[in-house]
């Protein structure tokens, strides 16, 4: 495999990363409205259904953009290496652990936003 595949191979595995933000950014709004809307009428069981859900499809989607970037890195890196010019401008580095981390902060703050929701203080 020539470096230029192997750097080709790393962007689309950047590009399919970014596909799999917006499906994230996607569920994120649908259970923020979801929360907004209907939080305060869940039963028990149905706030636990669906926290449950989001958390196990979230974790999943969060695993895959980290896989992907992880292989953007791997494969952008094994490409710039076997260049034989390497340029200063394709020096890229993907940070697939600070991806991970922003995704899981933002999942942990809409599961608060919800229980929120669902159970305001009384004032």
């Known amino acids: 495999m020539t470096p230029y595949e192997m750097l080709d191979l790393g ?15 996607t569920l994120l709004s649908a259970y923020l409205v979801a929360a907004y ?3 305060g009428r869940l039963s028990k069981a149905q706030f636990l259904l669906a926290n449950s859900l989001y958390l196990v499809i ?17 494969w952008g890196n094994l490409g710039r290496s076997n260049m034989p010019v390497s340029s200063e401008s394709a ?7 600070a991806v991970a981390l922003v995704l899981i902060l933002t999942m942990l703050l809409s599961v608060w936003f919800m229980w929120k929701s669902w159970n305001p203080k009384a004032e």
């Open 11 to 25: 962007q689309s595995s950047y590009s399919t990363s970014v596909a799999y933000v917006s499906i994230f950014i």
């Open 37 to 39: 809307i209907v939080a």
């Open 58 to 74: 979230q974790t999943l989607t969060i695993l895959t953009i980290y896989n992907f970037n992880s292989s953007a890195r791997f």
């Open 91 to 97: 020096n890229v580095t993907y940070i697939p652990e």
